[in-house]
Structures are given as C-alpha cells and as structure tokens.
C-alpha cells in the first residue's frame, strides 16, 4: 500500500460528513446521495446536532463521539456547513484525529480579504494536527475504482455504470481548480467514451494543491492521461516535479489555462515585458515538460480522445478512409492544414484497394472507396491494407454514424489490424453521431471525432509533444561551475547597488555583462565633446553615440542615438545633439553623459530578454529584434537556465528563423556565438535570482548578428531593479 499522505483522501474506508441531512433538496443532501449512489462500501458517518439519524444510519452530535464509537479510525471528514462553522469544525476533526478534510464550504479567500484569514486558520489547523484539507470551495472527488462519488455535482453518475470499469482501456484522472467546469469536463468527456480513474475539485488550495494530486495521480495504475484545469500553480516546485515524473512515466498531460487575456500589474520598461504578457511563463513550462496546452473543453476532449486510443504517434503520415468524397476532401484539407501529411500511396497499395472497389473508387489518398463499400465489407478490407502497408503512421476512418440501433462497419475489424500494425486509427463522423455507435466505436478503441476542426487540432498537439518528449529525451543538462556562479552574483550585486535608480542605464549593463563574462563591444562613456572625440578615434570609426540616462529607456525614440559617424567633427556635433534631445525629457542630473560605441557592421537584428515571473523565476525571450518586436510579435520563450542546445532549440522555433539559414541568397548566420549568448544570459538570470538578486527585467536589444560571420554586438541593453513580474 502506498504511503502518499493524500491516499488515505483517496481511499478512505470511514467518511464522517459534516452536515448531514434527510433533506431531499440542497447541496449536503446531494452529497450523501451521490456518495451512497455511487456504491461506496465503507462507513459513512453523519454529523449533525440536529438529527439523531440519517439515511438509516446513527446521526452523532460532533466528530469527537463519533470516532470514539468508530471501529477504525475516520479517513475522511467532508464539512458541508456555512463558512462561519468550518474553524469549529476543523478544530474537532483535530481532537477526533482524522486523517483528512475535505471541505465543500464557499465563503473564503475567494470572497474577500478578510475572509481570507478565515482560510489562512483552516491551513493553519491542518499543519498542526497532521491532516491534509481540500478545499475550501471545493466540490469534492471521484474515485472510479474504490466507488467514492464524494461530490454533489450529478456529473458523476455517468461513471457509475459497468462501462467505467471496461479492462485494458486507458484512464484520465483529472484535476480542476474550478469545480463546475472541473465536472463539466469530465461529463463531457464521459459523454465521449472517454473512462476515468479520478476527478478532483481542489477549490481554493488552502492546503491540498493541484501539484499535490498530480503527484499522486501520475503513479496511480489505473491512470494513464492527466488532465488540468489551471487557474495558477500555488506550488511550482511540487507540480514541476510531478511533470517531470510524468515525463519518466510516459503519461501524457493536457492542461486548460485560463486568465491569459491580461498581463497583470506591471512596470514595462523592456520590449521583453510589454509584449510577454501572463501567459508567456506557462507556455515555456508546458512546452518544457512536453505538457499538451488546449483552449478550451471541447479540445480538450478532442484530445483526451486522441491521447487514450492512439498509441504515440510515430509521425505525420496519414491516410483518409471514406466513403464520401467531399467528406474526405474536408478532412484532408484540415488535416495539411495542421502540419499533417497525406502521401500518395504506392502503386502496390493502391492496386490492392481498386481490386475490391468500383471503378469510379479512388485509391491514392484520400481513399474513397464510396458509400456502397460499407454494405460490400471493402471499406473494412481498404482498412486493413492501409494498416499493413507500412506507408502510414495514422488511419482516418471517415463514417456516418446516425443509428441509435445499428453500425454499418464493425469497427473490432479494423482495431485488430490496427493493433497488429501498430497504427493507430481515430474516426470522423460527419453526421452527429449516435450514443450506440459511439459506444461501439470506443470498445474497439477508435475515438468518434464529430468536429474535423477539432480532430486536426488535437491530432497535431499530440504530434508535437511526441516531438517535443524525444527532444527532451536528448536535453543536455546545464551546469553551472561555483567560481562562476561567485562571479556572477558579485558583478550583479555591484552593478545594482552602484545604483540609485530602478533602470540601469547601457553602460552600467554593459560593464556588469563583461565583468560576469560575457562579450561585449568597445565603447566608453564619455562627459565632454572632447572626451567623446578622443574615444571614437581610440575605438575606431564609423562609431555610434547614444544618450545615457536611467530615465531614458527608448533612446531612438526622443533623437538620442545618432548611427555611422566618421569624422571626428561628426563626433562632436552628434555629441551635442543627443545631450540636448536628452535634456529635453530628463533632468540633466539624471543623464551619465553620452557613450561611444563601435558601429556595429550589417547583420540580423535579434532581441534576447528576461523577465522575473513571480511563479517560475527567470523566463528568458528571444525574437526578432530591434522595434520590430512589439510590430511582429515573433518572440519564443524559456524557463532560465538553458543550456547552449536549449538556447539554439529556442531560435530555432521562430517563425523568422528561416532568416538565419541565408534567406533570399543572403549568407548563413551561425548560431552558435548567439545561442551562446542566450544560454550565458539564462544562466546570469538564475544564479542572480538564487542568490537573492532583483532583476525584474534584462533586455539586449537589438543584437546585432553580423553578417560577415565576425560575431554580434550588443547594440542596446537596459535592466531594471526591484520588483518581479506579476
């Protein structure tokens, strides 16, 4: 038996519940129905002053005298009272010893502030006396296999029935922190065909967390998919290492994420902050644990179809079975436009599907061996050579499922080629198709799509996380040596305590980035004309100079960066110039001076940023650069540290990077030096956060890659101290 402090939640063999009425209306008397309807075998205890029985059972006064009669001790104690009651009531099952709590209650954090003290008491209790507490706000749990309907939501009763245990089938346990929609997703894909092994609500996490469950559901047997319903992760630690188990495990997870249309409360100095948005964080997480994001509950199901069904897809080559020509044609056209392949096949297998079809049946692919193949068995035999012929890593079985009586094509006929072959088939439907056929469907483990838009989406998300598991399979760690990690802190901790203001200006970046070891270009910051003119002949022309200013985060914006200069005349005016475009924005108590700078030779323009993400730390961006950024929006995103590998991968995955490889006769840019950059800056990122560092936001942009090969120059930097990104 496992020792995971929430089994005992899970699998509780007494449950007392707070609450319990006779009452045949009302949320507590749901609760027991469903408890009591779900076929739970254990005790199941009633708690109420009020009542001397319930439901035929002994209805006790407190907790306390109930565990004193109870011949074992309560697991389980459910409180379904008003808010005001529940500190009581958590106090007794304390006294009682219960071995957890879940509480049903509302009127907590999720109400007001001072509510939320309420809360901070619940967890407060729950540390003290040992005991695990979902909740508050929850609606409670499913567990399929040991018959706990600990919910009052009806949902549940779609997996009462004998088709929720079916052997061999693949299982979803799903965790919501919304209860409706947490059981209207599991409905839905109940509905589906789609079997389960648990449901949670986990309300507001005063104590159990999401992260918490996944950790136990991932080494659950009888589960194979998670599924998430995210609001925010509370525990960023436990979920990450949930994932990364469920990565070593082979199960899959598809996440919902919501609240991802507004970036929140914060200060956006950086291209990296205004254009990151709230989300960003969680894209890079889900990407770099291969976890499959969805939008919203009809994808979701779509996938969990997909996922539970279809072994691991091998690849993008599929093949389209139908008996209707325009069907196929929809299909096909959804499918390529998803990144899916549809190959002509070979002669060899075309040939063998015309030998049983008419004459006006096509075979390259599509395949449509029209309406009449179902009634003559083609369509099943078409199946079975596509499967074998060693030319496809997906079958689409195109049908019209409308009898609620009877199935034209008996899909065990195409699951056992299927199985054989190991490929995987998936249906489309294009009429609404029928609960019997569904169901037919789904015993021979074939998933009924019925929305093509749908079935493409969730078809190429499973796609890609098979690419993105392979690709973290061969993921290099990053190491980080002490002497640098000392380096770095110290160049760090100078650079911001050297400062007076939020945003360090270039040149402060600049000496900070070189002295942690990084590359940087030969300039120098200058207070006179002359001192600039000097510099420029020392550094070498063409030289740019630019205005320097914590204040002044967008240089080129008020006139302040003035490019190619070749004389020393030109120097001295271009001086002069920015400094007084300066002066007009910013006290002259705040500008450095004026730095002087190497111009850069042609090249790509790329920006590299960072922004500290109050749930995951550092998230590195990268993107097209210069004021193109916040124009194109083609900006890919990293949880720091990367390693040199990851920092490639990463360019690499935007829509520009065709741009590196020599686009229209231009010459190739080596990634390397860039990469390097971004996996050093990465690296910065995490040891300054760990030791305790504030940056809110590092920003190099543009970089400049030359096109000559010769390297990049960091053309802009700025960094702002103090707060993290909300």
């Known amino acids: 038996m496992t020792t995971h402090s929430l089994h005992s939640f899970f699998h509780p063999e007494r449950i007392a519940v707070f609450g319990a009425t006779p009452n045949a209306v009302g949320i507590r008397s749901r609760f027991l129905e469903a408890l009591l309807g779900g076929g739970y075998t254990g005790d199941v205890i009633p708690i109420n002053p009020s009542h001397q029985e319930v439901h035929g059972r002994r209805c006790y006064p407190t907790i306390i005298e109930a565990a004193a009669d109870a011949k074992g001790k309560i697991d389980l104690a459910v409180i379904a009272i008003p808010a005001n009651g529940v500190i009581a009531a958590l106090e007794q099952c304390a006294v009682a010893r219960a071995g957890s709590v879940l509480i049903l209650s509302s009127g907590f954090a999720?109400?007001?502030?001072?509510?939320?003290?309420?809360?901070?008491?619940?967890?407060?209790?729950?540390?003290?006396?040992?005991?695990?507490?979902?909740?508050?706000?929850?609606?409670?749990?499913?567990?399929v296999f040991h018959n706990v309907s600990a919910t009052f939501s009806p949902t549940v009763e779609l997996a009462w029935g004998p088709e929720g245990k079916i052997p061999g089938r693949k299982r979803v346990a799903s965790i919501a922190q919304s209860g409706g929609v947490g059981f209207g997703m599991l409905h839905r894909a109940l509905k589906a065909g789609i079997q389960f092994s648990y449901a949670i609500s986990t309300g507001n996490e005063a104590d159990v967390t999401a992260g918490d469950c996944l950790d136990y559901m991932i080494e659950d047997a009888n589960t194979d998919v998670l599924m998430l319903f995210l609001e925010s992760i509370r525990d960023v630690p436990r979920f990450e290492a949930a994932c990364q188990r469920a990565l070593e495990l082979k199960k899959p997870i598809v996440a919902i994420k919501v609240g991802r249309s507004a970036a929140g409360s914060r200060a956006t100095q950086s291209h990296t902050a205004s254009i990151a948005g709230w989300a960003a964080a969680y894209d890079a997480f889900f990407a770099k644990?291969?976890?499959?994001?969805?939008?919203?509950?009809?994808?979701?199901?779509?996938?969990?179809?997909v996922l539970t069904t279809c072994p691991q897809l091998k690849g993008n080559r599929v093949a389209v079975l139908t008996p209707s020509g325009g069907s196929g044609a929809l299909i096909s056209d959804t499918l390529e436009r998803h990144g899916l392949e549809l190959p002509i096949l070979s002669e060899k297998t075309q040939k063998a599907i015309l030998a049983m079809v008419p004459s006006y049946a096509t075979a390259q692919n599509p395949v449509d061996v029209t309406a009449g193949a179902t009634?003559?068995?083609?369509?099943?035999?078409?199946?079975?050579?596509?499967?074998?012929?060693?030319?496809?890593?997906?079958?689409?079985?195109?049908?019209?499922?409308?009898?609620?009586?009877?199935?034209?094509?008996?899909?065990?006929?195409?699951?056992?080629?299927?199985?054989?072959?190991?490929?995987?088939?998936?249906?489309?439907?294009?009429?609404?198709?029928?609960?019997?056929a569904r169901k037919k469907m789904i015993d021979a483990g074939i998933y009924v799509h019925a929305d093509a838009q749908l079935m493409g989406t969730a078809l190429a998300k499973t796609l890609n996380r098979a690419r993105q598991v392979e690709a973290i399979s061969k993921r290099s760690a990053v190491t980080i040596d002490a002497s640098s990690n000392e380096r770095t802190v110290s160049a760090v901790r100078r650079a911001l305590d050297a400062s007076a203001a939020d945003m360090l200006c270039e040149h402060e970046v600049s000496a900070m980035l070189k002295e942690c070891g990084i590359e940087v270009s030969n300039d120098a910051l200058c207070r006179s004309?002359?001192?600039?003119?000097?510099?420029?002949?020392?550094?070498?022309?063409?030289?740019?100079?630019?205005?320097?200013?914590?204040?002044?985060?967008?240089?080129?914006?008020?006139?302040?960066?003035?490019?190619?200069?070749?004389?020393?005349?030109?120097?001295?005016?271009?001086?002069?110039?920015?400094?007084?475009?300066?002066?007009?924005?910013?006290?002259?108590?705040?500008?450095?001076?004026?730095?002087?700078?190497?111009?850069?030779?042609?090249?790509?323009?790329?920006?590299?940023?960072?922004?500290?993400?109050?749930?995951?730390?550092?998230?590195?961006?990268?993107?097209?650069?210069?004021?193109?950024?916040?124009?194109?929006?083609?900006?890919?995103?990293?949880?720091?540290?990367?390693?040199?590998?990851?920092?490639?991968?990463?360019?690499?995955?935007?829509?520009?990077?065709?741009?590196?490889?020599?686009?229209?006769?231009?010459?190739?840019?080596?990634?390397?030096?860039?990469?390097?950059?971004?996996?050093?800056?990465?690296?910065?990122?995490?040891?300054?956060?760990?030791?305790?560092?504030?940056?809110?936001?590092?920003?190099?942009?543009?970089?400049?890659v030359h096109d000559d090969g010769s390297g990049f120059t960091i053309a802009d930097a700025l960094l702002r101290q103090g707060g993290i990104a909300k």
Do not use: W
């Open 289 to 305: 644990y291969a976890v499959i994001p969805c939008s919203d509950l009809s994808e979701s199901t779509a996938i969990l179809g």
């Open 110 to 143: 999720e109400e007001s502030t001072e509510r939320s003290k309420l809360q901070e008491r619940i967890a407060a209790i729950g540390r003290e006396a040992g005991m695990r507490i979902v909740g508050p706000n929850s609606e409670g749990y499913l567990n």
């Open 529 to 704: 004309a002359d001192e600039a003119v000097s510099a420029a002949q020392r550094i070498g022309f063409p030289v740019v100079v630019k205005i320097q200013s914590p204040l002044i985060a967008h240089k080129t914006e008020i006139g302040g960066v003035k490019l190619g200069l070749q004389s020393t005349q030109a120097v001295r005016e271009a001086y002069q110039a920015v400094l007084q475009a300066g002066r007009q924005v910013a006290p002259t108590d705040s500008i450095h001076g004026v730095l002087v700078q190497k111009m850069a030779p042609p090249g790509h323009e790329v920006i590299i940023g960072m922004i500290n993400d109050a749930s995951f730390g550092p998230l590195m961006m990268v993107g097209l650069g210069g004021i193109a950024v916040e124009l194109f929006k083609d900006v890919a995103y990293g949880h720091a540290p990367l390693s040199h590998d990851e920092a490639e991968a990463l360019l690499r995955s935007l829509k520009s990077s065709a741009l590196f490889d020599g686009f229209r006769g231009k010459r190739r840019i080596d990634l390397t030096s860039l990469a390097k950059l971004v996996a050093q800056l990465s690296q910065i990122a995490h040891v300054a956060h760990h030791a305790g560092c504030l940056i809110a936001e590092l920003e190099l942009n543009p970089v400049i």
């Open 375 to 436: 009634r003559t068995g083609a369509s099943v035999k078409a199946a079975s050579i596509l499967l074998e012929c060693g030319e496809i890593d997906l079958l689409v079985s195109v049908h019209s499922l409308t009898s609620e009586t009877s199935i034209m094509v008996d899909p065990q006929e195409i699951a056992r080629p299927s199985i054989a072959s190991g490929v995987p088939v998936t249906a489309f439907c294009y009429t609404d198709p029928s609960s019997f």
